[in-house]
């Protein structure tokens, strides 16, 4: 895998060369996003700036806590939701 040398818009390391030049590596991280490294020739991390970790990190809301974080539903559709046929449409052997 060639250095960031070769292009200066590639996010791609060898690890000799993350180590060699680590101020490059986090400002690029810091200013052009996620930076590659890998470890004689496998990928092995990713360097990102705190505000990306921090985004890849906050949990995210599920779909449940969504929908009841909404507005409520009609008294119809409740409804109808509840009066729908609870039978499981086959034999269930236990």
Known sequence: ???PDANPDQS????????ARFSELVKRAREQG?????VR?????????VEEFSRLS???PSLVDHILAGAPW??????AI???????GRDVVV
């Open 41 to 49: 020739g496998e990928p092995a991390v990713v360097v990102v700036s």
């Open 74 to 79: 009609p008294d119809d559709v409740v409804d």
């Open 58 to 60: 906050t949990p995210r």
């Open 82 to 88: 509840n009066a729908r046929s609870r039978d499981p």
């Open 1 to 3: 895998m060639a250095g």
């Open 12 to 19: 791609n390391w060898q690890l000799q060369d993350a180590k």
């Open 34 to 38: 996620p930076q590659h490294v890998s």
